[in-house]
């Protein structure tokens, strides 16, 4: 009896160590494959930063809305798993857009690219911003290249209404570097981007839009403008380091 019991807690003591080596070598996995506290610190957007714009809606000089909007970079792995351990997640928090539901801001998790070779943030396209989904999203290679405008092109996912399933065509191009003051906050050589959508024109009409890079602080500015006339303003206000 005493033999078979010892038997027994050797079994058990071998398929626990199995297990907890099996458990290890997961986790290694999934470190190696999402790239886990051995990733380098992003440039810009890495974990707990956080950065407040406010947004001006326009038209004819005269401000239709006036929103705020958050972003934080979480990194979390719901969005790890989303994007492939390819970018970084963040949250975008829409602090005067409140669920009817919860009762809170909604949010939405999507991600960005920050390395030392592209900065790729995908902006904020949910409620009165879901239009951004049309022209090219703040993208720059570095280094930053004057020189050739680039073209892209974007599969749009479901929830965006007669855009669901289309294949939009954008360009993009750095036409140059200026000095900007946001809210007292002077950046110094932010570089310029200006793109648009160049298909679907005749049923959608064109949105454009113009992004401000600083090497710092991201994408500080984002102005788009709309077929209508309208004119949305995203402006950073001063953000810590």
């Known amino acids: 009896m005493k033999k078979h019991n010892l038997e027994k807690r050797r079994l058990c003591k071998n398929?626990?160590?199995?297990?907890?080596?099996?458990s290890i070598c997961y986790l290694l996995i999934l470190c190696s494959f999402f790239g886990c506290s051995s990733?380098?610190?992003?440039?810009?957007?890495?974990?707990?930063?956080?950065?407040?714009?406010?947004?001006?809606?326009?038209?004819?000089s005269t401000v239709?809305?006036?929103?705020?909007?958050?972003?934080?970079?979480?990194?979390?792995?719901s969005a790890?798993?989303?994007?492939?351990?390819?970018?970084?997640g963040i949250k975008w928090v829409y602090e005067t857009v409140v669920d009817s539901t919860s009762g809170k801001p909604i949010t939405e998790t999507t991600g960005v690219i920050d390395d030392s070779t592209q900065v790729y943030?995908?902006?904020?396209?949910?409620?009165?911003?879901?239009?951004?989904?049309?022209?090219?999203?703040?993208?720059?290679?570095?280094p930053p290249d004057t020189r050739s405008t680039i073209t892209v092109t974007t599969s749009v996912v479901k929830g965006f209404g007669k855009l669901?399933?289309?294949k939009l065509k954008q360009t993009f191009k750095?036409?140059?570097?200026?000095?900007?003051?946001?809210?007292?906050?002077?950046y110094k050589d932010v570089w310029v981007i200006q793109g648009?959508?160049?298909?679907?024109?005749?049923?959608?009409?064109?949105y454009k839009v113009t992004y401000w890079f600083d090497q710092n602080y991201g994408f500080i500015r984002m102005k788009y403008e709309k077929p209508n006339g309208e004119i949305v303003d995203l402006k950073l206000k001063p953000t810590e380091d």
């Open 39 to 60: 990733q380098e610190k992003n440039p810009i957007y890495y974990k707990g930063r956080t950065f407040i714009y406010q947004v001006k809606t326009l038209k004819d």
């Open 121 to 142: 943030l995908h902006p904020p396209r949910l409620n009165f911003m879901s239009f951004t989904e049309i022209p090219p999203f703040p993208n720059i290679f570095l």
């Open 196 to 206: 648009g959508n160049t298909n679907y024109i005749d049923k959608i009409g064109q």
């Open 64 to 77: 239709l809305r006036t929103d705020k909007i958050k972003l934080k970079v979480t990194d979390n792995l």
């Open 164 to 166: 669901d399933g289309k």
């Open 174 to 186: 750095v036409i140059g570097k200026e000095n900007l003051t946001l809210f007292d906050k002077k």
């Open 80 to 88: 790890k798993i989303m994007f492939l351990g390819k970018q970084t």
């Open 15 to 22: 398929g626990l160590l199995f297990k907890l080596v099996k």
